[in-house]
Each structure stands twice: as C-alpha cells, then as structure tokens.
C-alpha cells in the first residue's frame, strides 16, 4: 500500500461537478447514495479515469460472483448464465440511479446455494467411507469453470466431503471426530453466509466494484477503515487481546503483551466470551453474533470499563462462567514496529563482523491525526543511532513480508541513506509527472548496506529498495523479484465527501474508499508495477513462486516507463562500486552447498508440482505413504542439523525501540536460531493433550535467507575495508 495525504482537498473539490444534488438532508445512511459516490469516484478520480459503462458492469458482476464464491463451489453456470442475462450490461444503470436490487438479488441465490449444499454436505459427513477409491479432488478452482448444473455441483461435493473426512481421518491432532470437525466446519460457514445483513452485502458489493477497476482500489466499511488506521498507527483503544470466531463463540487467541488484558492478568488465551457489558450496563449476549461486531462492543474509549463474561479455558465444568471487568486503555502493536539485532559474526578464519539487522513489518505511520505521532522513519532512526553507537560495520534491512504502507515514510526513510534528491516518480491521469524527493542533506547511515526481499515485499517496501538500488547505495539480496505493486493510493473519507449539500445524508457511517490515484516510478524511469524489484543476489527461497505478485491478482494496472529523474553514465553503473559480481560469485558457490539451500529447492520443487497437479487423492493408503515421507523427511532434516550445529557463528543481542528509548546499556542476549513473531497456537498449546508435544522443545528452523544475507554484508565488509585489521571474537567487549 501506498498512500498520499495531499490529493483528498483536490479530488473532493474535483467532485463537486459531478454528485447529484438533493432538496434535503435525511437522518439515515441511504447506501444506494453511497454506491453512486463510490462509483463517482472510481469514475472521475481513479487512475484509469475509466467510465463505468456496459464493459465495466461485466466486469463487476464477474468480480462480485467471484467474492461470493471464489473456489466456485456452490453458483452453477445456470446460474452465472442468469445473472449474466440480466445484470452484465446493466449494473452502471441500477448503480447510477441508486438501486442495488442486483447485489441484493445475487446475494440471496448465493445464500440458498450455501443453505442447501451445507445440509447435504452434513449428510455426507455422516456416511461410511472406507477410502479405497484413487479418485483424485480438484484442490483450487478458481481458475475453473462453474459446475454446469446442480448434478455436476453434486458430484464435485461429494469428492470434495470425502477427502475433507480423509484429511481429518489422517490428522495426528484430533480433537474430535472427522465427522464432527467436517460438519461443524460447515456450520459456520453457514452462519457466516446468515449473519450478513444489507450493510454486508453492500460492503461486498462495493468492495467488487471497487477492485473492477484494479486490484488495490477497496471499500472499507466504517469498521474496516477503523482496523485500517488502527496497522497504520500501531495503536487502538481497547483491551489488548487477539479473537477469533469459533463455534459461534468469540475465542481468546493472544493476549497482548503490556495490553490492559495482560496487566489485568486474568483473561487467558483460550476463554470463550459470552457477554459484553458497558461500565454498569447490563450485559448483551454474543454468542453467534458476527466478531467485528464483538470487537466493536470490546473496543472504547480510553479509561473506560467493560466487563466480559466468559467460559474459562481451564473450567472443568463448561457450565462454569467468570466475570472479568478490565479498564480499556491504548494498547501498542509492537510486534509490527521496526525492531533491530546486533550480531557479532566469526567467520571461518576467526574474524569478527559487528553487523546491524532492522526488520521492518510495515512502512506505518499516524495517519489520522489523532493519537501518539508515529513514524517509521523516526523509529529506524533511532535503532541507527544505536547501532552505531555499537559500531556496527554493516547493515542489513530485512523486508521480507513488509506489505508497504505510507508512501511519505518510504521517501524519508530513504533519506536515512543517501544526501538529497530524487527517491520516486510518480505519474497522475493525465500524465503529469510528480518527482518526490528527499530534501534532507543529512545522512545517518553511510556504511556497507544491504535489502533483504521477496515476493511479499510490495509497495513502499519496493519504493525504498528501488531508489537504493538506483543509487547504487544498497544490494538488493532475496527472491528473483518482489511483488510488483507499483501504484498510489489515497484514502477517501466517503463521511465527509457525502456531508456535502449534494448528498441527503447526515450520518457518518459511510465508510471510506482506497482509491488508486498515480503510479510511481524509478528515478531510472523504469516502473515497480508487475515487475517489481529485481534482486541483485538471488538466493532460493520458498516464497519466490510467480503464483505470488501482481501479475496473479485480477485486473492490475500495465507496465510502463517514464522519462529519468537521474541520469547515470553508463561507466558509473551503481552495481560496480558494491563488488556485485564478486559478491554474487561468493554467494553461489556457498548456496551450492549449503544444505538447507538444498533442501529449499526441493520444496519449490515439490510445491511446483503440487501446484501444476492441484489434486488431491482420496485413497488412504497413498495419503499415509505421502505423509509417512513427508514425517520421515522432517526427521532426517531435524538429525541433520542437529549434528551439524547452526550455519553461522554469532552472538546476538536484541534491540528493541524500549531499549532506545530508556537508554539501556544491557542488552538482551538472543539465540540466533529462534523463533520470531511467534504467533500462538491454541489447538497445539491449549487443547493437545498429548504429552509427547507439550514435553517437547520446538527446535527453530533454520532462515537459510538470514544465514547467506549476514555472509554477504560479511563479504562487502570485508571488500570494502580491504586493509582493516583482522578482529578477534574477544574484541567485542563494548556490551555487557
């Protein structure tokens, strides 16, 4: 994502020629006003500029049939051949008067489709199987066609129950019967389909119209732009604690760590809520209801109570019940907030590389104006500051899974690295080029750098990488490209955009609309859409899979190029003066015989011919043989690097922005094999009861990624203080 706060004032003002106007304002949100903004939106402010018109409403209907029903299980061609009779070349009509009958009308169908399959697919669970048959099952069918017919429809359910009842049947992990698990699966997903109301299903709606135009443009709810600026700013109100729906109850998944939640002490992982009560009120049940709703009664004011009556994980009764009263308050998202490492690497030879590692989630930022300031650029800012106190001599910024974010921190956190100019172009509608630039001369790190990536490495990620890249200030090191996003968005206030005297509204409960506005480009001209950043080093990964990026996503925006913002001459390549070539020769000689790189390309192997084959088989016995050398592998990995030992030689210490900011001296010293972002695992943690997993320590997998990355910034070190002096390991004395 990538999100320009100064184009709102333009686009409402651009607006203002084409909203209808109205005599009067009404007291309720009328939500067929709210597609008519949407779609004028879209129209006059997208990128594309395209007119919503017959070609545009086949568009529509096949994206929001496809968002009902993606693996295209329960429409039938029937169906789809119906809906395309009525409504393909006629949706912009029903929008443009404010109708959405359609949405509406599909919406129902789809709701019959899931009522009726869902109890026949109950009776299938129940029914003996003995697993004999070398059927094989279709695993993904979105690239399919839609059953003919209900009889078609049928015969894929009836493969598809059958091989749910094997997977369950063959899992080590049961906490109760296939049968059960498959049914109650089914269960929910039909309440799912029955607690959507008219707002959900024009949210829906939206949403398809929305990603018609490109893959990035979305329809937020009022609740969903709420969880938006919420990853944006790493903070909200409230009381600390991940949910999940789960047999129509809300479930305690995580307590976060420092949250009112985890003070309080007395919520655990694993309690079931019954009941949400406001301060004093009296207590309104929760059970079945939708959990955005649940999280929307959690939620509050600062300093407020709630009281939550729950189901204790640990109750040997069920019908034993708790009340726990906790006082809402801001809880921090630290997990996604830039985070650093200091490593001491010894290399075979004995020498010492003291390298920085900053692992960046996101490009976030405070975005709403409200609330504690938030910044990536600050927070990284100050992980530098320590690091170099440190005296680290190389630096690694991994960026691996960082989706991208604010568009301005990616330009100020690029000026973090190289003096002033241009970081990113951007392009609008009518062609106007924007060059965005760092105008801060200073810089805080000057030293050997490298970017980690891969394929989940999108948008502001791509930005920072790139201009670096283009700078010649950084190698990039990763999969063969990152994701390809190379477009801006910007966030419509459709409350505010609908306060105006051309719509009958007064209620602000119409949401917002991310609204793809400019492409960027490389200050070399070249654009990051589709293509994204190539890596100057590739190293094997499991994520570097071109079923990952924006190529595979439905209707994304072409590739071009633009005109230089910064000419380099062709004797002053970026890549000469970073020892590439030479780097890159070390890198592959080791890669060829590191053995988890080895085992890394016989996954992608596997995993592509998984993918090519996309089947299942329903026969037990070649189901357990797959299995049996699926576990047979894991184990004579686990041996394997149990015997060898870790792949590199360092001492870690961790540092986190607390440190910083308290000014610590003593640093945490970490394993440098260990797991990281941990999520918790309540089926393997809470309900195993099986004692060989509770007594067993996880051993970390290796990060075969991290190990070539911390050699690489070794080896540019090294080549680029030819003459510094060898150190020992007993030379790092500067932390305690």
Same mark, same amino acid.
């Given at each position: 994502m990538n999100f320009s706060k100064h184009a709102i004032a333009a686009l409402l003002a651009a607006m203002v020629s084409i909203l209808p106007a %109205?005599?009067?304002?009404?007291?309720?949100?009328?939500?067929?006003?709210?597609?008519?903004?949407?779609?004028?939106?879209?129209?006059?402010?997208?990128?594309?500029?395209?007119?919503?018109?017959?070609?545009?409403?086949?568009?529509?209907?096949?994206?929001?049939?496809?968002?009902?029903?993606?693996?295209?299980?329960?429409?039938?061609?029937?169906?789809?051949?119906?809906?395309?009779?009525?409504?393909?070349?006629?949706? %912009?009509?029903?929008?443009?008067?404010?109708?959405?009958?359609?949405?509406?009308?599909?919406?129902?169908r789809f709701k019959e489709r899931v009522e009726s399959r869902v109890a026949d697919n109950k009776k299938l669970a129940t029914k003996k199987y003995d697993f004999q048959d070398k059927?094989?099952?279709?695993?993904?069918?979105?690239?399919?066609?839609?059953?003919?017919?209900?009889?078609?429809?049928?015969?894929?359910?009836?493969?598809?129950?059958?091989?749910?009842?094997?997977?369950? %049947?063959?899992?080590?992990?049961?906490?109760?019967?296939?049968?059960?698990?498959?049914?109650?699966?089914?269960?929910?997903?039909?309440?799912?389909?029955?607690?959507?109301?008219?707002?959900?299903?024009?949210?829906?709606?939206?949403?398809?119209?929305?990603?018609?135009?490109?893959? %990035?443009?979305?329809?937020?709810?009022?609740?969903?732009?709420?969880?938006?600026?919420?990853?944006?700013?790493?903070?909200?109100?409230?009381?600390?604690?991940?949910?999940?729906?789960?047999?129509?109850?809300?479930?305690?998944?995580?307590?976060?760590?420092?949250?009112?939640?985890?003070?309080?002490?007395?919520?655990?992982?694993?309690?079931?809520?019954?009941?949400?009560?406001?301060?004093?009120?009296?207590?309104?049940?929760?059970?079945?209801?939708?959990?955005?709703?649940?999280?929307?009664?959690?939620?509050?004011?600062?300093?407020?109570?709630?009281?939550?009556?729950?189901?204790?994980?640990?109750?040997?009764?069920?019908?034993?019940?708790?009340?726990?009263?906790?006082?809402?308050?801001?809880?921090?998202?630290?997990?996604?907030?830039a985070k650093a490492e200091l490593l001491d690497v010894t290399n075979a030879e004995g020498k010492v590389s003291r390298i920085g590692w900053i692992t960046l989630p996101s490009f976030y930022?405070?975005?709403?104006?409200?609330?504690?300031?938030?910044?990536?650029?600050?927070?990284?800012?100050?992980?530098?500051?320590?690091?170099?106190?440190?005296?680290?001599?190389?630096?690694?910024?991994?960026?691996?899974?960082?989706?991208?974010?604010?568009?301005?921190?990616?330009?100020?956190?690029?000026?973090l690295f190289i003096p002033q100019g241009p970081v990113v172009q951007a392009k609008d509608p009518s062609g106007k080029i924007t060059i965005n630039s760092d105008k801060n001369p200073d810089v805080s790190y000057s030293g050997p750098l490298i970017?980690?990536?891969?394929?989940?490495?999108?948008?502001?990620?791509?930005?920072?990488?790139?201009?670096?890249?283009?700078?010649?200030?950084?190698?990039?090191?990763?999969?063969?490209?990152?994701?390809?996003?190379?477009?801006?968005?910007?966030?419509?206030?459709?409350?505010?955009?609908?306060?105006?005297?051309?719509?009958?509204?007064?209620?602000p409960e119409a949401g917002a609309l991310k609204l793809t506005i400019q492409k960027f480009y490389r200050i070399r001209g070249g654009s990051t859409q589709i293509k994204g950043v190539e890596s100057d080093i590739i190293l094997p990964s499991r994520t570097d899979n071109a079923e990952i990026g924006e190529a595979s996503l439905k209707n994304p925006l072409d590739y071009d190029e633009v005109a230089p913002a910064i000419l380099l001459a062709k004797d002053k390549s970026p890549t000469k003066r970073l020892f590439l070539e030479e780097l890159r020769a070390r890198s592959q000689k080791r890669i060829q015989g590191d053995p988890e790189f080895i085992y890394v390309n016989e996954d992608m192997q596997r995993l592509r011919e998984r993918i090519a084959k996309n089947s299942i088989s329903t026969n037990e016995d070649l189901r357990r043989k797959e299995l049996a050398d699926d576990k047979q592998r894991r184990e004579e990995r686990k041996e394997e690097r149990q015997a060898r030992g870790p792949l590199v030689n360092a001492k870690v210490w961790q540092v986190t922005l607390d440190d910083v900011k308290n000014n610590r001296e003593d640093l945490e010293v970490v394993a440098y094999e260990r797991e990281r972002d941990k999520k918790y695992d309540i089926e393997e943690e809470v309900e195993d009861s099986s004692k060989e997993k509770k007594d067993s320590k996880k051993t970390p997998e290796p990060d075969p990624i991290r190990n070539e990355a911390v050699r690489i910034i070794s080896d540019l070190i090294e080549l680029s203080n030819p003459a510094k002096t060898a150190k020992t390991s007993g030379a790092q004395a500067s932390i305690k």
């Open positions: %109205h005599a009067e304002k009404s007291n309720t949100l009328d939500q067929g006003q709210v597609a008519l903004a949407v779609s004028n939106w879209l129209q006059q402010a997208h990128y594309s500029r395209k007119e919503m018109d017959a070609e545009m409403s086949a568009k529509l209907l096949t994206t929001y049939l496809e968002l009902l029903d993606y693996n295209k299980l329960y429409f039938t061609q029937q169906d789809i051949e119906e809906f395309t009779l009525k409504y393909s070349e006629s949706l %912009h009509k029903f929008i443009r008067s404010g109708d959405l009958s359609p949405a509406t009308d599909i919406f129902e059927r094989e099952v279709e695993l993904n069918r979105q690239k399919s066609p839609w059953p003919k017919n209900l009889a078609e429809a049928d015969k894929i359910w009836s493969d598809r129950v059958e091989a749910e009842i094997l997977q369950e %049947h063959l899992s080590e992990l049961k906490l109760r019967s296939p049968e059960e698990t498959v049914t109650r699966r089914y269960d929910q997903a039909l309440r799912n389909v029955r607690e959507m109301d008219a707002d959900d299903v024009t949210s829906t709606f939206l949403k398809a119209l929305a990603q018609s135009y490109d893959p %990035h443009s979305e329809y937020m709810s009022p609740s969903e732009m709420e969880n938006f600026q919420i990853s944006m700013k790493l903070s909200l109100v409230g009381i600390g604690a991940v949910l999940r729906s789960e047999d129509g109850y809300t479930k305690i998944m995580e307590i976060v760590p420092g949250g009112p939640a985890d003070r309080d002490g007395r919520l655990k992982v694993g309690d079931r809520i019954l009941a949400v009560g406001q301060g004093d009120k009296e207590f309104e049940d929760v059970v079945d209801m939708k959990l955005d709703k649940v999280v929307e009664k959690i939620r509050g004011k600062k300093e407020t109570n709630v009281r939550l009556q729950v189901i204790p994980n640990d109750a040997d009764d069920p019908s034993k019940r708790s009340i726990i009263e906790i006082t809402r308050d801001e809880v921090k998202l630290k997990d996604q907030e930022a405070n975005m709403s104006g409200d609330g504690e300031p938030k910044s990536t650029t600050a927070d990284v800012d100050a992980l530098l500051a320590r690091l170099k106190k440190e005296n680290i001599e190389g630096l690694v910024i991994d960026l691996r899974r960082d989706g991208g974010g604010s568009l301005e921190e990616a330009i100020n956190l690029t000026g970017v980690v990536m891969n394929r989940l490495s999108a948008s502001a990620s791509e930005i920072f990488a790139a201009a670096l890249q283009d700078y010649g200030r950084a190698l990039v090191v990763g999969d063969e490209r990152s994701f390809g996003k190379g477009t801006v968005q910007t966030i419509v206030d459709l409350d505010k955009s609908m306060s105006l005297p051309f719509f009958n509204v007064k209620k």
